[in-house]
């Protein structure tokens, strides 16, 4: 609960007071300093007052340098935003030293990227829309992508930063200590709703001057406390960011003295850059061009919200935007009521029936809520709350999720912008470039490519390339045989064989995937990531996505892959998929060990995740319906097979022998085929007797209930383990005495079952049970099988078939 | 599983003042306080209804006599306070508000608080059963007076709805699924027209309108069929809101020992709850309800709810099981003990589940944590 909300003054001492004052009424009438958040609208709204205002010849955005030559392209009328400048570098000289850690070996430079997204309300587009219809001259004054990596480099400390770098690109805002406190302490759930309270709903009413206040006492109190507890683990670089641009803006002061100069930048950067006194040149910048204009979309902006300053709903923004020039101020209730009414739309015919009592209900609430929690008007956070509170008719894991997800798809918005590049589309570039470097044919008729995956580091590049390709249905490649994890099959071969063909109609392929990225690989690799971070994966899905990592050479989301994996394991699923799961683990562990050493231990540590799983889940098969045991039995072999295999030797056998020695002792009626599989496994294991399974067969062949239950527990026993049969002559006397004793048409209901339990014998130890049973009961085997002419032999064949359709007819098998 | 057979065999009950009684330095002190804005018949403003619940840092400072003394707030309900501040919301808003959740989860506790801190009142409660009445419900009559006098106001006895109606209250009605559907049909019209008709009595009493404040907190059991069974008509007149098992294991802690300790004191028991072994009770509690253990290991969960009421209930046992039979204070092995009875109801299953928690997680834990979980561990032959 928000306690001391009530505005007080910030404990600021007068000198802190005098310096933001001085940013908001500077005394230098040339240079006015304007502090933005990103995607703001309230912020936008202010904005284009003081242009207004302060009425500026040249405006100044913090963007990188390096892409400035985009800025045609962005206001360009073909261009509509969502857009996000996409800045990459390539690190060929291993400035970095991550070369062959990150990248498959030390000849493949590393790739990174940064995103700076916009909407149109973004205050950075707005400012370059404003400018370019006064007229404006406008320039980017940050410091490009390569050579803040050359700071960001000292201080990243493991491999994970630049790993995942394009996701923490805009980190800053984002993850500071003060901000997960002051979060808390104003009782607030996220900083976006500490944001959207203070600096948004309650800010919009405000004059220029109060929300200028607001918010550079804000980012000063922010900025003072990080730079105290240098707390950003990028400290240095937002220092040397900052000195860039303030020689920058005194470059073009200098170059301009008679005009009027608007910079626009973060907010925290506005209380810190007037005061920074550097003489300067303007600010290097690489001489490649290293950055295209990529469309956007409302879904990715969302995305960002986890890990960045990306905001939750950016649909739900717009209608801020649109609405924020009304002089009726109740624009954010107005807003809450028309996204209650598109929800219950929306909803129509869906088992989630909303009323009109129901909107108008939740209207109130929200309304309650606001007041609740101190705030002028309905937030996004007390909306989301009207709607579960009212919309919701029951329990909220069970009703809630059409209703929650029918909200998020709103707020969110599916706007995806389009993008204008004057210099050409650079993810096509650089399909070319790989398809020189790789030696692969760009030629309109079908070749043949051969990769020895497993031997020639060239040539599984070269798959992998493939492989990216597929996977991104760009049709070039189609591969004609190779291992398949997925099915299991081939998985013996070393090579694989493709087929290939070039056509012109490959060039349509690419601008669509330009928001991904600009390179093949990274293009590949931020979709794979995207579908691996979807909340619904299904297990069959996620190991999917892990045979694809592997192929493509993505080593490095294993990680991710396998923590979703474990929990995927744990949560809810059948004991024949997690069986599945787990074959599919071992197989990685057996046949990849070569590529993935360094993952062995995630893949190891997953499989025994699994194991555990599946023996906890036994218990569901002591009751199957029985169109499922056969498929359960089959997993259970799988699964006692892998706990006999020697090589893993970290799983433990006990944990599935002694939960089955529990289900057996449990007094609880076992499916028999399930029993007999259960004693096959223990009796593999030497954790059960000879005597106990004659018991147990006998216990179901003398039966007052199914006699058929015989043959089932021997179809279980027989699949588990055959070897009781070999070894054990008890058990064969027994099955051969017992079946003596009861009455022929008895005899005839279980026989199907027994030939099918037999069935699973190879010959050799069919003649060898033969043989051991015609001692038993006092004949010689009289055929002698080396002497056999071929005439008797096709006769016996027909017997045979005979037998076969016969039981084929009367028995369906 | 029916509720009652989870309920404390120690006869709490009877302990328990009412919420307004038992808090009622904090609701004054929070009355002294309290300038926000309020419905009319209010005893707290909303912001203070939510102090009183989920707690206040600071105590408050109130002169009492004439000398100032300091109250603190202290939180009545763990979990989710966004959910305390919708609960609210709904209330101010004209509609009822319907708790739904497992057993032990503090539903009821949560009702008495609210309605203790809106209407300084938490008495008016319907117990739903399906042999609840009309007249539990609305009102009945003293027939001896009926009969000498015919029908008049001196006659009716009032039912919480026409208490609460009049009075513009909340009405408690504990759970409300369990009643037959014509009391939900009945409950539907009451809520609808917010108006209740006595035609026995001539006018102008014929008729009770419903105060500005009148309002319902139902409570539900999702283990009951009801929830999903309730009229698609009643569903559609009140605000749900799902109330979760406590997550955060040390909330959790922090509860049942606070509980512990509050009835140690009442009985009279000088001794102090033990810390360690509530952690090794309410870990127990935590991952077999939530089926995986802290290690990432699935956990069998029984078919009780392993509420945290009665994880209260195992830690209080344990603790009094140490104190008359043993002479020592609670320990792993008074633990185990009392939470054999707690787990394994009338299912065998249970048991077998409980050993094999024990032997794979804790004794995991028992290899990786030391002493206090190997103790607990060498406690598994009470099972
Ligand atoms: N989240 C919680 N916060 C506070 N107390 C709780 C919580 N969960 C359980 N309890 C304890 O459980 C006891 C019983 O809860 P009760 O209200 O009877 O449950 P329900 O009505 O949901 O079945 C409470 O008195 C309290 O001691
Ligand atoms: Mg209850």
């Given at each position: 609960?928000?306690?001391?909300?009530?505005?007080?003054k910030?404990?600021?001492?007068?000198?802190?007071?005098?310096?933001?004052?001085?940013?908001?009424?500077?005394?230098?009438?040339?240079?006015?300093?304007f502090?933005?958040?990103?995607?703001s609208?309230?912020?936008?709204?202010?904005?284009?007052?003081?242009?207004?205002?302060?009425?500026?010849?040249?405006?100044?955005i913090?963007?990188?340098?390096?892409?400035?030559?985009?800025?045609?392209?962005?206001?360009?009328?073909k261009?509509?935003?969502?857009?996000?400048?996409?800045?990459?570098?390539?690190?060929k000289?291993?400035?970095?030293?991550?070369?062959g850690v990150?990248t498959?070996k030390?000849?493949i430079?590393?790739?990174i990227?940064?995103?700076?997204p916009?909407?149109?309300?973004?205050?950075?587009?707005?400012?370059?829309?404003?400018?370019?219809?006064r007229?404006?001259?406008?320039?980017f004054?940050?410091?490009?992508?390569?050579?803040?990596?050359?700071?960001?480099?000292e201080?990243a400390?493991?491999?994970?930063?630049?790993?995942?770098?394009?996701?923490?690109?805009?980190?800053?805002?984002?993850?500071?200590?003060f901000?997960?406190r002051?979060?808390k302490?104003?009782g607030m759930?996220?900083?976006?709703?500490?944001?959207?309270?203070?600096?948004?709903?309650?800010?919009?009413?405000n004059?220029?001057?109060?929300y200028?206040?607001?918010?550079?006492?804000?980012?000063?109190?922010l900025r003072?406390?990080?730079e105290?507890?240098?707390?950003?683990?990028?400290?240095?670089?937002?220092?040397?960011?900052?000195?860039?641009?303030?020689?920058n803006?005194?470059?073009?002061?200098?170059?301009?003295?008679?005009?009027?100069?608007?910079?626009?930048t973060?907010?925290?950067?506005t209380?810190?850059?007037?005061?920074?006194?550097?003489?300067?040149?303007?600010?290097?910048i690489?001489?490649?061009?290293?950055?295209?204009?990529a469309?956007?979309?409302?879904?990715?902006?969302?995305?960002?919200?986890?890990?960045?300053?990306?905001?939750e709903?950016?649909?739900?923004?717009?209608l801020?935007?649109?609405?924020?020039?009304?002089?009726?101020?109740?624009?954010?209730?107005?807003?809450?009521?028309?996204v209650?009414?598109?929800?219950?739309?929306?909803?129509?015919?869906?088992n989630?029936?909303?009323?009109?009592?129901?909107?108008?209900?939740?209207?109130h609430?929200?309304?309650?809520?606001?007041?609740?929690r101190?705030?002028h008007?309905?937030?996004?956070?007390?909306?989301?709350?009207?709607i579960t509170?009212?919309?919701?008719?029951?329990?909220?894991?069970?009703?809630?999720?059409?209703?929650?997800?029918?909200?998020?798809?709103?707020?969110?918005?599916?706007?995806?912008?389009?993008?204008?590049?004057?210099?050409?589309n650079?993810?096509?570039?650089?399909?070319?470039?790989?398809?020189?470097?790789?030696?692969?044919?760009?030629?309109?008729?079908?070749?043949?490519?051969?990769?020895?995956?497993?031997?020639?580091?060239?040539?599984?590049?070269?798959?992998?390339?493939?492989?990216q390709?597929?996977y991104?249905?760009i049709?070039?490649?189609?591969l004609?045989?190779?291992?398949?994890?997925?099915?299991?099959?081939?998985?013996?071969?070393?090579?694989?064989?493709?087929r290939?063909?070039?056509s012109?109609?490959i060039?349509?392929?690419?601008p669509?995937?330009?928001?991904?990225?600009?390179?093949?690989?990274?293009?590949?690799?931020?979709?794979?990531?995207?579908?691996?971070?979807?909340?619904?994966?299904?297990?069959?899905?996620?190991?999917?996505y892990?045979?694809k990592?592997?192929q493509?050479?993505f080593?490095?989301l294993?990680?991710?892959l396998?923590?979703?994996?474990n929990?995927?394991?744990?949560?809810?699923?059948?004991?024949?998929?997690?069986?599945?799961?787990?074959?599919?683990?071992?197989?990685?562990?057996?046949?990849?060990t070569?590529?993935?050493?360094?993952y062995?231990?995630?893949?190891?540590n997953?499989?025994?995740?699994t194991?555990?799983?599946?023996?906890?889940?036994?218990?569901?098969l002591?009751?199957?319906?029985e169109?499922?045991?056969?498929?359960?039995?089959?997993?259970?072999?799988?699964?006692?097979?892998?706990?006999?295999?020697?090589?893993?030797?970290?799983?433990s056998?006990?944990?599935?022998t002694?939960?089955?020695?529990?289900?057996l002792?449990?007094?609880?009626?076992?499916?028999?085929?399930?029993?007999?599989?259960?004693?096959?496994?223990?009796?593999?294991h030497?954790?059960?007797?000879?005597?106990?399974?004659?018991?147990?067969?006998?216990?179901r062949?003398?039966?007052?209930?199914?006699?058929q239950?015989?043959?089932?527990?021997?179809?279980?026993?027989?699949?588990?383990?055959?070897?009781v049969?070999?070894t054990?002559?008890?058990?064969?006397?027994?099955?051969?005495?017992n079946?003596?004793?009861?009455?022929?048409e008895?005899?005839?209901?279980?026989?199907?079952?027994?030939?099918?339990?037999?069935?699973?014998l190879?010959?050799?130890?069919?003649d060898?049970?033969?043989?051991?049973?015609?001692?038993?009961?006092?004949?010689?085997?009289?055929?002698?099988?080396?002497?056999i002419?071929?005439?008797?032999?096709?006769?016996l064949?027909?017997?045979?078939?005979?037998i076969?359709?016969?039981?084929?007819?009367?028995?369906?098998? | 599983?029916?509720e009652e057979k989870?309920?404390?065999?120690?006869?709490?009950?009877?302990?328990?003042?009412?919420?307004?009684?038992?808090?009622?330095d904090?609701l004054e002190a929070?009355?002294?306080?309290d300038?926000?804005?309020?419905?009319?018949?209010?005893?707290?403003?909303?912001?203070?209804?939510?102090?009183?619940?989920?707690?206040?840092?600071?105590?408050?400072?109130?002169?009492?006599?004439?000398?100032?003394?300091?109250?603190?707030?202290?939180?009545?309900?763990y979990?989710?306070?966004?959910?305390?501040?919708?609960?609210?919301a709904?209330?101010?808003s004209d509609?009822?508000l319907?708790?739904?959740?497992?057993p032990?989860?503090?539903?009821?506790?949560?009702?008495?608080?609210?309605?203790?801190?809106?209407?300084?009142?938490?008495?008016?409660?319907?117990?739903?059963?399906a042999?609840?009445?009309?007249?539990q419900?609305?009102?009945?009559?003293n027939?001896?007076?009926?009969?000498?006098?015919?029908?008049?106001?001196?006659?009716?006895?009032?039912?919480?709805?026409?208490?609460?109606?009049?009075?513009?209250?909340?009405?408690?009605?504990?759970?409300?699924t369990?009643?037959?559907?014509?009391?939900?049909?009945?409950?539907?019209?009451?809520?609808?027209?917010?108006?209740?008709?006595?035609p026995?009595?001539?006018?102008?009493?014929?008729?009770?309108?419903?105060?500005k404040?009148?309002?319902?907190?139902g409570?539900?059991?999702?283990?009951?069929?009801?929830?999903?069974?309730?009229?698609?008509?009643?569903?559609?007149?009140?605000?749900f809101?799902?109330?979760?098992?406590?997550?955060?294991?040390?909330?959790?802690i922090?509860?049942?020992s606070?509980?512990?300790?509050?009835?140690?004191?009442?009985?009279?028991?000088?001794?102090?709850?033990?810390?360690?072994?509530?952690?090794?009770?309410?870990?127990?509690?935590?991952?077999?309800?939530?089926?995986?253990?802290?290690?990432?290991?699935?956990?069998?969960?029984?078919s009780?709810v392993?509420?945290?009421?009665?994880?209260v209930?195992v830690?209080?046992?344990?603790?009094?099981?140490?104190?008359?039979?043993?002479?020592?204070?609670m320990?792993?092995n008074s633990a185990?003990?009392?939470?054999?009875?707690?787990?394994?109801?009338?299912?065998?299953e249970?048991?077998?589940?409980?050993?094999?928690?024990?032997?794979v997680?804790?004794?995991?834990?028992?290899?990786?944590?030391?002493?206090?979980?190997?103790?607990?561990?060498?406690?598994?032959?009470?099972?």
């Open positions: 609960m928000p306690k001391a909300r009530k505005s007080k910030l404990p600021i001492a007068e000198e802190e007071l005098n310096k933001i004052a001085s940013i908001i009424n500077p005394s230098d009438s040339s240079v006015y300093y502090g933005v958040r990103h995607h609208p309230v912020a936008s709204y202010f904005l284009t007052k003081i242009f207004a205002k302060f009425n500026p010849d040249l405006v100044l913090e963007g990188p340098a390096d892409a400035e030559y985009l800025i045609e392209d962005i206001i360009n009328q261009s509509q935003p969502p857009i996000a400048i996409h800045t990459y570098f390539s690190d000289r291993n400035s970095l030293g991550y070369n990150l498959p030390e000849e430079p590393l790739r990227s940064s995103w700076y916009f909407t149109e309300y973004s205050p950075e587009y707005v400012a370059l829309k404003l400018a370019a219809e007229g404006n001259e406008v320039h004054i940050d410091l490009p992508l390569q050579d803040r990596l050359k700071f960001e480099k201080i400390n493991d491999k994970s930063f630049f790993q995942k770098y394009s996701q923490w690109s805009e980190r800053y805002l984002s993850e500071s200590l901000m997960e002051i979060t302490k104003s759930r996220s900083f976006n709703e500490f944001w959207n309270h203070n600096f948004e709903i309650n800010a919009f009413h004059s220029l001057e109060e200028l206040q607001r918010v550079l006492t804000f980012a000063y109190t003072w406390f990080s105290q507890n240098e707390e950003y683990p990028t400290w240095k670089t937002i220092v040397e960011r900052e000195k860039y641009m303030a020689r803006i005194d470059y073009y002061r200098t170059q301009n003295p008679d005009k009027k100069i608007l910079v626009i973060g907010a925290m950067h209380v810190s850059l007037p005061f920074i006194k550097l003489k300067g040149k303007k600010g290097k690489p001489k490649e061009k290293s950055s295209a204009l469309p956007y979309s409302y879904k990715r902006i969302s995305d960002l919200s986890g890990y960045t300053a990306g905001i709903s950016p649909y739900y923004q717009s801020v935007w649109d609405k924020i020039h009304q002089n009726n101020g109740q624009i954010y209730n107005e807003i809450a009521l028309n209650l009414i598109n929800i219950k739309e929306e909803l129509k015919g869906s989630s029936f909303v009323s009109t009592a129901d909107i108008m209900n939740a209207y609430m929200a309304k309650n809520l606001a007041s609740l101190s705030r008007q309905i937030s996004l956070e007390d909306l989301r709350d009207a509170a009212s919309y919701i008719k029951g329990d909220i894991e069970i009703f809630g999720f059409d209703v929650i997800r029918e909200a998020q798809r709103i707020l969110i918005g599916s706007k995806v912008g389009s993008a204008f590049n004057s210099e050409g650079p993810l096509q570039k650089d399909f070319y470039q790989q398809l020189k470097k790789l030696r692969l044919p760009k030629e309109d008729k079908t070749k043949n490519v051969r990769c020895e995956i497993y031997k020639r580091e060239t040539h599984r590049m070269k798959s992998q390339f493939l492989h390709l597929h991104l249905n049709s070039y490649g189609k004609e045989k190779g291992p398949d994890y997925i099915a299991k099959k081939n998985l013996e071969l070393l090579t694989e064989q493709w290939v063909r070039w012109p109609y060039d349509d392929a690419f669509k995937l330009l928001p991904y990225g600009i390179s093949i690989l990274n293009v590949a690799r931020n979709k794979l990531e995207e579908q691996i971070g979807e909340k619904y994966n299904s297990l069959e899905e996620l190991l999917n892990l045979v990592a592997l493509m050479g080593l490095d294993f990680e991710d396998i923590d979703q994996l929990k995927r394991v744990n949560y809810g699923q059948s004991f024949t998929s997690i069986i599945r799961a787990l074959s599919a683990g071992i197989l990685l562990l057996k046949y990849r070569s590529l993935i050493t360094k062995n231990k995630l893949v190891e997953f499989v025994y995740v194991f555990t799983g599946a023996t906890s889940k036994l218990k569901e002591i009751q199957l319906p169109d499922e045991i056969e498929e359960a039995v089959l997993s259970l072999r799988i699964l006692n097979q892998i706990s006999l295999d020697y090589d893993l030797e970290f799983i056998a006990e944990i599935l002694e939960s089955i020695g529990l289900l002792d449990s007094s609880q009626k076992i499916v028999p085929r399930v029993e007999g599989a259960f004693i096959g496994l223990l009796f593999s030497n954790k059960i007797s000879e005597e106990e399974i004659v018991n147990r067969f006998k216990g062949i003398h039966s007052n209930e199914n006699i239950g015989a043959s089932e527990f021997l179809i279980g026993l027989f699949l588990l383990n055959k070897t049969l070999i054990s002559d008890k058990l064969l006397e027994v099955i051969h005495t079946l003596m004793q009861i009455k022929y008895l005899f005839l209901t279980i026989l199907p079952g027994l030939r099918k339990a037999f069935t699973s190879i010959p050799r130890e069919i060898y049970i033969s043989s051991k049973l015609a001692k038993l009961i006092g004949i010689k085997p009289e055929l002698d099988l080396g002497l002419s071929p005439e008797a032999l096709s006769s064949k027909e017997i045979d078939e005979q076969n359709n016969q039981l084929q007819e009367e028995w369906g098998l | 599983m029916s989870q309920k404390n065999p120690v006869k709490k009950e009877i302990m328990r003042m009412p919420a307004e009684i038992r808090f009622s904090q929070l009355k002294s306080i300038e926000g804005d309020k419905p009319e018949s209010w005893y707290l403003s909303p912001s203070r209804v939510n102090d009183f619940i989920v707690g206040r840092e600071e105590p408050i400072k109130m002169k009492k006599g004439n000398k100032t003394v300091e109250v603190f707030i202290t939180r009545k309900f979990g989710n306070d966004i959910m305390i501040q919708r609960a609210i709904s209330l101010l509609r009822p319907l708790l739904i959740g497992e032990g989860t503090a539903k009821s506790w949560l009702s008495e608080n609210l309605t203790a801190a809106i209407c300084n009142n938490s008495l008016n409660v319907i117990q739903g059963t042999g609840t009445t009309e007249d419900i609305k009102y009945s009559w027939y001896a007076s009926l009969i000498a006098n015919g029908p008049s106001l001196e006659a009716l006895v009032p039912a919480p709805f026409y208490n609460c109606m009049k009075r513009g209250e909340i009405v408690r009605f504990e759970e409300i369990r009643c037959s559907h014509e009391i939900q049909d009945t409950i539907i019209s009451i809520l609808s027209d917010k108006v209740l008709a006595i026995e009595l001539p006018p102008p009493n014929d008729i009770v309108f419903a105060q404040g009148f309002g319902v907190i409570t539900a059991n999702t283990r009951d069929r009801g929830v999903n069974e309730m009229s698609s008509a009643l569903k559609r007149r009140f605000n809101e799902t109330v979760h098992p406590i997550k955060n294991i040390k909330e959790e922090e509860l049942v606070k509980e512990t300790e509050i009835f140690l004191e009442k009985a009279g028991i000088k001794r102090q709850p033990d810390l360690d072994v509530i952690e090794l009770i309410v870990t127990t509690f935590n991952e077999m309800r939530n089926g995986i253990s802290a290690e990432g290991i699935q956990v069998a969960k029984p009780v392993m509420s945290t009421a009665e994880a209930e830690s209080v046992n344990s603790a009094m099981y140490s104190h008359y039979i043993k002479n020592e204070d320990n792993a185990v003990i009392n939470l054999v009875g707690s787990v394994v109801k009338d299912n065998y249970d048991l077998d589940k409980l050993r094999s928690y024990f032997n997680i804790i004794k995991k834990k028992a290899e990786d944590k030391g002493k206090l979980w190997a103790n607990y561990y060498d406690a598994r032959d009470y099972i």
